[in-house]
């Protein structure tokens, strides 16, 4: 039995969400006392981008192994998460529009309010991202969501798949 594509695709927009505010208000910094020109800005554009694709296909990923975990979990628990997740796709890509100002705008006084502005955009998606992985950590450990792709042995004790084991005490 495959482990499912869902958890290993959520941990890049995760991570996105903790690292927008820094790389964000880096390049502010940056732009603001002219250590680099406006430009520099394309690389917020870029990890913006990647945060709202990559939740795209965590979306899309988790939407696929929803109904496998409806076995053991309430659905109305797998929807708050979805549509937490929904969310927070929603904002980031929200937030990606005005990301782009910055780059468009001619006065540096424009660049700087617009780029404050994503700065500040970028807290409210991690909290947004937050509230997601609160929610997908209730369903895998509150709930036993994760159970659905265990094997039972003989014994009764469940198992990982073929090919994957999970750490003893002699193996830390």
């Known amino acids: ?79 708050r998460h979805e549509e937490a997740g929904e969310r927070f796709v929603w904002v980031g890509g929200f937030l990606l529009a005005i990301t782009v100002l910055p780059l468009l705008l001619r006065s540096k006084r424009a660049t700087l309010i617009t780029g404050a502005a994503s700065c500040a955009g970028t807290f409210v998606v991690l909290a947004f991202g937050y509230q997601v992985g609160q929610l997908g950590g209730e369903i895998v450990y509150g709930h036993n969501g994760a159970s659905v792709y265990a094997t039972a042995t003989p014994g009764g004790a469940l198992t990982m798949p073929a090919g994957k084991r999970a750490l003893g005490d002699d193996d830390r």
């Open 1 to 79: 039995m495959e482990l499912p594509l869902h958890p290993k695709l959520v941990h890049l927009p995760m991570a996105l969400a903790i690292l927008m505010p820094l790389l964000t208000s880096g390049v502010l910094l940056a732009i603001w006392r002219d250590w680099f020109p406006k430009r520099v800005w394309s690389l917020v554009i870029v990890g913006q981008f990647l945060l709202v694709g990559s939740g795209i296909l965590a979306l899309r990923s988790g939407e696929a192994d929803e109904e496998r975990v409806e076995k053991v979990v309430a659905e109305v628990v797998l929807e």
